[in-house]
């Protein structure tokens, strides 16, 4: 509706809290990882950063495809810092 409610506006403080707070974290795991150097994670450069999360352990690609389903809240195929950050499923 364009609004937020008062759950909508606590994930939007945290979200930016998170952010503001490991930006110079976030913006390392970016250059290491954003290897198109878009200044973002498209789904082969988010599927080496999943692994890394996952200790080594390689993703299949219908995680990544999850993953780039539930966090890319702006639809462009890949993930922006603010989304690495804050991956929630919109009306979570």
Not at 13 to 37: N, V, Y
Request: hydrophobic share 35%.
């Amino acid at each position: 509706d364009g609004d937020l409610d008062i759950t909508e506006l606590g994930t939007a403080i945290t979200c930016w809290h998170t952010f503001t707070t490991k930006r110079e974290q976030m913006e390392t795991l970016l250059a290491k990882f954003d290897t198109s150097g878009s200044g973002k994670l498209e789904a082969d450069e988010l599927k080496l950063y999943l692994t890394e999360l996952n200790g080594g352990k390689p993703v299949s690609d219908d995680e990544v495809a999850w993953v780039m389903k539930v966090a890319d809240k702006s639809g462009d195929g890949a993930m922006n810092k603010l989304e690495l950050l804050c991956p929630q499923r919109s009306g979570s």
